[in-house]
């Protein structure tokens, strides 16, 4: 149990008569890159939400770190993990920095200022996520690649053991969804920081995750390396689409060949 971040057991979630999770378990493993894949609407962005405690299952259970979701208080569940939605408001009139000293909270009190300790990790945060350089700028002056690497650094001022993003590439064109997928990588790499996140751009998750996590028909169908998860036969299922993944320059990657014929649920 040493090496797991999360564990996920017997989740259940439904609105009114829909089903959307009917039984989801799994583990995502410290120090991992995990990627939660799967068609739309197949629950995916459910299950974050019940991972993060943003939504409370009708059945089952989530453990962080080896303590039960419940068990934790909010200021302490997130000292642990960092969550990044995929929507979020841009306050007009603050800037980068000010925006990422808000991930300050779980340390701070009402009755003190701004620490020493904060203004230091605030600066290192920045820093990492090449961000420094954008400190004095409106954050809603920001492009949108620029945008999410500040909310990224505010995400890490929290100092988190796990970051959780809920598709961090979302709106971002090629060259931005990059640029966050490396930044990404090289987080988990330097910092040891155990990465969960949802995406639908299958190559990016191929080509960047450890591990991905595969939802369908409300439960958990394949968990594991991508090589191994995501072979020809797995895509057509999933995804109803013909393709082949193979290696290139190094690393994984998907070749399209088309839609198949057989018609989807």
Not at 37 to 62: E, F, H, I, Y
Not at 165 to 171: N, S
Not at 213 to 239: D, K, S, W
Request: proline share 4%; with cysteine; aromatic share 4%.
């Amino acid at each position: 149990m040493d090496d797991i971040a999360i564990n996920i057991s017997d989740i259940h979630v439904s609105f009114g008569n829909h089903h959307v999770l009917r039984g989801a378990s799994g583990v995502i493993k410290k120090g991992s890159i995990c990627t939660f894949l799967g068609r739309n609407g197949c629950g995916k962005s459910t299950l974050l939400k019940a991972v993060t405690g943003n939504l409370k299952p009708q059945k089952g259970s989530v453990e962080i770190a080896g303590k039960p979701l419940s068990a934790y208080s909010t200021n302490e569940l997130s000292r642990v993990v960092a969550f990044l939605p995929q929507f979020h408001d841009v306050p007009k009139d603050m800037t980068s920095e000010e925006l990422v000293s808000c991930g300050r909270y779980p340390y701070q009190h009402w009755w003190t200022g701004v620490s020493t300790r904060d203004r230091q990790v605030v600066a290192e945060v920045m820093e990492k996520t090449n961000t420094s350089h954008l400190k004095d700028r409106l954050a809603a002056s920001l492009s949108g690649g620029e945008r999410q690497r500040v909310w990224i650094a505010m995400a890490l001022a929290q100092e988190p053991k796990i970051l959780i993003l809920d598709e961090p590439t979302t709106y971002l064109d090629i060259c931005h969804q990059l640029e966050v997928m490396e930044l990404v990588s090289k987080l988990n790499k330097d910092e040891n920081l155990t990465v969960v996140m949802v995406l639908h751009e299958i190559n990016q998750a191929i080509r960047y995750s450890t591990d991905v996590l595969v939802v369908e028909n409300g439960i958990i169908q394949r968990h594991g390396p991508p090589m191994e998860v995501m072979t020809h036969e797995a895509i057509a299922e999933v995804f109803n689409v013909d393709a082949d993944i193979e290696m290139r320059r190094g690393r994984p990657s998907i070749a399209i060949n088309g839609l198949l014929d057989k018609p989807r649920n």
